[in-house]
């Protein structure tokens, strides 16, 4: 199914609602736009919108929305294990658009998809993360599902942020940039969250672009036809410079169009599965 | 006409005494006595204890009761009556009430209550520094006069080195003990567990153990220039078991304590980012896990004390950030460290209850935890292989913050007496 297909009815009539107490933009257009595609009502209720500012909980909020016959939720939170908690408070599908520096799902299942685009098999291929992993809930869900899929990751940064205890999650942890980069089949970068950081990890954002900021010249040391992601908000300069970035060898951009039929998977299997429907495909 | 108690046919196990064998029990008007006559008998009410054991009264040397200003989660009532159902007749509480147990007037405040509503013994503590801010000493010794037991800033532990050699140094001139709840705060800011696999794979902030083990190391050195007594609460790293082994090796003055949870269970239980498993100082690993056994088996660490935290069941139903720090064990604890100690063949019964009476009693000077002639008639009657289920529900504590709620003990309180009189008869409390 490409992602430029003509709509599809299978949640015609559901209401999804889209909550999203952190900021975001990728995720939840894609998820704005999956459901769409899949022909469901979507409500979207930001932060500073919602009645959590007034000092509402968050299980009172997600039981109005149940109450209000939500058939769905989508939370972006900036707890870590706050989906977690909300499945238990609610009886629908609630869908995982990122927690705190937990976890990332649907941008590790579209990281996958874009790979397996590129690769046709993930067994054995060598995938690097580069950048702030200690809190990215992006770095820990692509350990996750690549593992799964049968590629080998390596995990490479500054060590105050790419700290050796990871090794426990199966993968290789490194602090040398030309090592993590020369054996890759991609190099998945990461931006550095000031906003989740504590100041003291490592000096500047200008010692991390020259340690560790992939720039041309450090581009030559991957393989050739080694590709380039990230998951987004990019920050050109920073950890990437823009003619890496808008190189040939970036996937980036589909990354985020692969979002969007990933993510209409899992709003159609979540909600088969929660309402025992046997799961149709289009023909 | 005298009130006579007579426990008779149990396994009386008072370990400061070095006893344990099959006996009998005595008390006249609330004191322990070693025998009575035909006549006493005759008049005593007696209490066939036939397949229990007949320990003294447990000692907490550590515990949350909020009186005054956080009554929503506990009180002196509520408190002391989960106390009495967890065999409990000594309590020490913590001083971070609101305000803080900074002056002899909220000593004073506290006692009055206990002196109403207390089914068992509260004694209070005082903190270490004014408003527990950590920057000036509060007045120790008009606290002494009050009434408080030792000195501490438990849950805000002095971070300047001035400060609490200042504080140690003037609470000895007082005979009074010191409480140190170890953490650096500077390690440990915004942090939810302990640092580690666990942290990394949840995405929570990791709080490494270096953080108690640096305090712990401090106070050693403190104990040692000052020649003051330091006690260490809720001891959850094993590198700090060391630090205190290598301490008491050279005869300075330190004591430690582990808690119920730190013994039995490890961070792994926050695989699924349950608020009953978030405490501080947070569940560590399994080697840690191990090396607190090991150290109150050779005396490392002196006792088990529960830092029964309670909080309301609506501060902990949120997310794991927002959710406060504490879990309550006073109803569940003899049984959990059963469970931890005696049932895995670790410990002797007889080393278990020391761990729960009398060694916590010493640190704190109580004259409790004991059942020698002339003490105070507190007395716990358990069954230590009754299999039962942990209901927080039915617990006399108002809060709900239970690690072991749904699982399985095996040792159940069956009676407890203060002074004498039944407090709690096994099922409901009497008092």
Known sequence: ?283 | MNNILWISGGRVIDPANQRDAIGDVYAIDGQLVSELTEAQKQAATKVDATGLVVAPGLVDIHVHFRYPGQTQKEDIRSGTEAAAAGGFTSVVCMPNTSPVCDNAGTIQRIMDKVQREAVIRVYPTGCLTLGMQGEALAPTGQLKEAGVVAMTDDGRCVQSNEIMRRSVEYAKMFGLTIMDHCQDSSLTKGAMMNEGEWSLRLGLPGWPKAAEDIIVARNVILADITGAHIHMQHVSSGRSVEILRRAKERGISVTGEASPHHIEFTEAELVDYDTAFKMNPPLRTEADREALIQGLCDGTLDCIATDHAPHTPTEKDTEFDAAPFGVIGLENSLASTLGTLYHSKRLCLSEVIALMTHKGAEICQLDAGTLSEGAAADICLFDPDEVWTVDPEKFYSKSRNCPWNGRSLKGKVKATYVAGKQVFDGVSITA
């Open chain 1, 1 to 283: 199914m490409e992602a430029d297909d003509k709509k599809q009815p299978y949640l015609n009539g559901r209401t999804i609602v889209n909550l999203f107490l952190e900021p975001s933009t990728r995720t939840r257009l894609a998820f704005e736009v999956a459901a769409s595609r899949l022909s469901a009502d979507t409500i979207t209720v930001t932060g500073d919108a919602s009645s959590l500012t007034k000092g509402e909980t968050l299980r009172d909020t997600a039981q109005n929305m149940a109450a209000l016959k939500a058939d769905m939720i989508i939370m972006r939170h900036s707890a870590s294990g706050a989906p977690n908690y909300l499945s238990k408070v609610v009886d629908i599908p609630v869908i995982n658009a990122g927690d705190g520096s937990h976890a990332h799902p649907t941008q590790a299942l579209l990281d996958s998809f874009t790979l397996l685009e590129k690769f046709g098999r993930l067994d054995g291929k060598k995938i690097t993360i580069l950048g702030d992993i200690l809190f990215s809930r992006v770095a820990r869900s692509n350990m996750i599902c690549l593992q799964k899929l049968g590629a080998e990751v390596t995990i490479a940064g500054p060590s105050t942020l790419v700290p050796t205890g990871f090794q426990a999650m199966g993968v290789k942890v490194c602090h040398n940039l030309r090592e993590a980069l020369q054996d890759a089949d991609a190099v998945m970068l990461l931006r550095i969250q000031h906003e989740r950081q504590a100041s003291t990890h490592f000096p500047s954002l200008g010692e991390y672009t020259s340690m560790f900021g992939l720039n041309k010249k450090r581009a030559e040391w991957l393989k050739p036809d080694a590709i380039i992601m990230h998951p987004g908000p990019i920050n050109r300069g920073v950890e990437i410079d823009s003619e890496v970035a808008d190189s040939d060898r970036s996937v980036i951009l589909q990354q985020v169009t692969n979002g969007i039929v990933v993510r209409m998977a899992v709003l159609h299997l979540c909600h088969c599965f929660h309402k025992n429907i046997p799961i149709e495909l289009p023909a």
